[in-house]
């Protein structure tokens, strides 16, 4: 019998927001859903505490029954979810009791396994998210992120090895949100990882932003790595994970199995083509390598943020330089690892630096409290002329015995209301947006029907129609012949 690959499906996470923007509505995956539960994957990445936030925001959809209506549909793999363990909300710091009240709720409404994540790897952030996950029983697995620098050594990742194998989770996973990793440094680190922490099962989740993740897989897998992450296309590849039907062909070639279902997949992969398709969304692409990557470390979603907003005030032609900037920034800021929200507190700061003409002119306070340590150190020291230059700022002593706020639940009903559920509160907390809350609940349940795919004439001529430089289009086979003409009958 082959030893068998699990495969964890990011598609409705990582990869739509890798690829999508987040832009997945209920309605566009609903009717596929169970094509994913017929799939056979070992657990369905499903959401982040940012999404529930732009959910609300953006579709006016809540994400509990969002959460409820994908848990029904999808009962054979485990759904999964993803957030800052140092922190309740991704750009407003929170802890204490609200964590407990968000465990309690995700399990409630069909979540059973969440991964906490600092994004300095300061594991002891974390003990209190993991702490509440557990005692909601949900399982829980511990990221530990890659990044590529001086400060980022072996000695480096076996420390926070130990550190993640002290707090006793279910799992643990080497993330790597740069796709950073190449073939040769899987091959060191992945023996060192499961060294320094045990019996405890390792995972491997990449990104194919510089086109080496399907390698650094491989080579994982044969060091002993039996999960991998993987995407279903068009959501997987580009800045996404590798498709699962490279891996399933890759690993087969290399003697193993999956057990997954690939008519099911394969119906999953046809429904999202349609959904990119009438939607305008992006297909993800093989990508070229890019040595770049290993210098500014940008995530492909924040780069592509970054290169709209560089339009919009007339600067595009800017975009090499504040590249640049990024580099020299992470590297006098202590060598953050690039990923949110450090990413983008980098990317702005940098952005700062070339646009008003002089470096650290003006200072986020978040690149502020970085510098000071309120988050915990980085891998490496802060620039002595960045400290200087931060310490000399008024501001500066507002976070000189900064901790993180920890209002009791008490202290939250009186700010976001007395009266309402536990799941209210949460969302309430998590978007601190009141006019969202109400447009929410005032569009009622979430929509679930999304047009099916036209038989292919149909969606021939539907894409015709939209060539409006063309007065008229003549086709013809052995079979059928179609004419379109603008201003006739």
């Known amino acids: 019998m082959m030893d068998k690959i699990n495969f964890l499906d990011t598609t409705l996470r990582d990869g739509n927001q890798s690829l999508w923007g987040l832009k997945m509505t209920s309605a566009m995956a609903y009717d596929i ?3 994913i539960n ?23 959809e809540d994400p509990w029954e969002r959460l409820r209506i994908f848990a029904g549909k999808i009962d054979r793999s485990p759904l ?5 363990g140092s922190t309740f909300t991704t750009f407003t ?16 409404n069909g979540l059973k396994r969440l991964m906490p994540m600092d994004a300095s790897n300061n594991m002891a952030t974390i003990a209190e998210t993991v702490n509440y996950a557990k005692e909601a029983g949900l399982e829980v697995v ?23 194998a002290d707090m006793h989770p279910d799992r643990v996973y080497l993330k790597d949100p740069g796709g950073l990793l190449t073939p040769e440094r899987t091959m060191a680190l992945i023996p060192l990882i499961q060294e320094n922490i045990g019996d405890l099962p390792l995972e491997i989740h990449s990104h194919c932003t510089t086109g080496l993740a399907p390698l650094c897989y491989l080579e994982a897998i044969k060091l002993g790595v039996r999960t991998i992450h993987t995407a279903i296309p068009p959501l997987a590849n580009g800045s996404s994970q590798p498709s699962v039907f490279n891996m399933i062909k890759n690993i087969e070639a290399l003697g193993y199995e999956s057990g997954l279902d690939t008519e099911a997949i394969q119906e999953v992969s046809d429904h999202f083509y349609h959904v990119a398709r009438r939607e305008g969304l992006p297909v993800g692409t093989v990508l070229e390598y890019d040595a770049g990557q290993y210098e500014h470390q940008i995530p492909g979603g924040v780069i592509s943020n970054l290169r709209r907003q560089l339009a919009e005030i007339g600067l595009e032609h800017r975009l090499g330089e504040v590249i640049d900037e990024v580099g020299a920034v992470r590297r006098e800021l202590g060598y953050p690892i690039m990923v949110t929200p450090l990413s983008q507190y980098v990317v702005t700061q940098a952005t700062l630096n ?43 002593k507002n976070y000189i015995n900064w901790e993180i706020p920890r209002p009791s639940i008490k202290e939250l009903r009186e700010q976001f ?25 005032a569009a ?22 939209n060539h409006k430089k063309h007065a008229y289009i003549y086709m013809e086979n052995d079979d059928f012949s179609v004419r379109l003409s603008r201003g006739s009958s």
């Not at 999964?80 to 800052?84: A, G, K, T, W």
């Not at 710091?93 to 409630?108: R, T, Y």
């Not at 349940?445 to 894409?463: A, D, G, Q, S």
Request: net charge negative; charged share 20%; with cysteine.
């Open 33 to 35: 859903l169970p094509s």
């Open 417 to 441: 209301g007395a009266d309402v559920s536990d799941d209210e509160l949460v969302l309430r907390v998590l978007c601190q947006d009141q006019k969202a809350m109400e447009a929410m609940h």
């Open 80 to 84: 999964s979810m993803i957030m800052l």
């Open 354 to 396: 070339i646009t008003l003409g002089e470096r650290y002119k003006e200072v986020l306070d978040e690149v502020i409290k970085i510098v000071l340590g309120c988050y915990g150190p980085q891998a490496g020291t802060v620039d002595q002329n960045v400290l200087d230059r931060v310490r000399s700022l008024p501001v500066a």
């Open 142 to 164: 511990i990221p530990l992120i890659y990044s590529h620098s001086p400060v980022h050594t072996d000695n480096y990742f076996a420390q926070k090895s130990r550190e993640i």
């Open 444 to 465: 009622g349940n979430i929509k679930t029907y999304y047009p099916p795919p036209r038989k292919p004439l149909i969606e021939l001529v539907r894409e015709l129609m």
């Open 93 to 108: 710091p929170m802890l204490g009791p609200i964590l407990g009240l968000f465990m309690e709720g995700l399990h409630a």
């Open 38 to 60: 017929r799939a056979g994957f070992y657990v369905v990445d499903f959401s982040g505490p940012a999404h529930f936030v732009y959910y609300v925001k953006t579709f006016q």
